[in-house]
T-cell receptor, first 114, second 117 residues
């Protein structure tokens, strides 16, 4: 069974700094997708970034980028120029290609301080 | 694009009553919708997967007679909590996957907070 591990339960960072959130996963499949979702205090789950396993190039969305290390089964999220609005729970998630189910990590609480 | 709504956003009901939660994909068609439950400070727990026009597939340990799911159209799925009890109090979130090919991305609704007195 696939598993997703977020080993850091909580982090805090100063506004404008860069922070990296770690995520590792376990799968024997070669076709899969990885996601980072953000859940702010409103509790709305928001897609931050998506990575296809077959793509070697790391996904980037504005201030958010990932470091996808397929061999190491690592998928970290880097947030540059942190903003107060980045304060949220961040969930790493995995889905096997063709499968319906998202497998979530336990989440990590990020606090951006002014 | 890819907006999912949920209604109501919060509901309080008496023990023994039933509550219906709606999940709608507003700007895309969703062949598959998912229902999750989230306890405080925890991750999302998948309850069931619903495909348009067919019966929902429930995860192990989820009572299908208690949590009735209907996916009558490509834009609407409903979750009915029947004979609700205080232990059913939780945050329920739906998500939808686009019917368009080539994506495995789920888009989430804003959630419904259910409190059973």
């Amino acid at each position: 069974a696939q598993t997703v591990t977020q080993s850091q339960p909580e982090m805090s960072v100063q506004e404008a700094e860069t922070v990296t959130l770690s995520c590792t996963y376990d799968t024997s499949e070669s076709n899969y997708y990885l996601f980072w979702y953000k859940q702010p205090p409103s509790r709305q789950m928001i897609l931050v970034i998506r990575q296809e396993a077959y793509k070697q190039q790391n996904a980037t969305e504005n201030r958010f980028s990932v470091n996808f290390q397929k061999a190491a089964k690592s998928f970290s999220l880097k947030i540059s120029d942190s903003q107060l609005g980045d304060t949220a729970m961040y969930f790493c998630a995995f889905v096997q290609g063709g499968s319906e189910k998202l497998v979530f990590g336990k989440g990590m609480k990020l606090t951006v301080n002014p | 694009g890819a907006v999912v709504s949920q209604h109501p956003s919060w509901v309080i009901c008496k023990s023994g009553t039933s509550v219906k939660i709606e999940c709608r994909s507003l700007d895309f068609q969703a062949t598959t919708m998912f229902w999750y439950r989230q306890f405080p400070k925890q991750s999302l727990m998948l309850m069931a997967t619903s495909n348009e026009g067919s019966k929902a597939t429930y995860e192990q340990g989820v009572e299908k007679d208690k949590f009735l799911i209907n996916h009558a159209s490509l834009t609407l799925s409903t979750l009915t909590v029947t004979s609700a009890h205080p232990e059913d109090s939780s945050f329920y979130i739906c998500s939808a996957k686009s019917a368009s090919g080539g994506t495995d991305t789920q888009y989430f609704g804003p959630g419904t907070r259910l409190t059973v007195l």
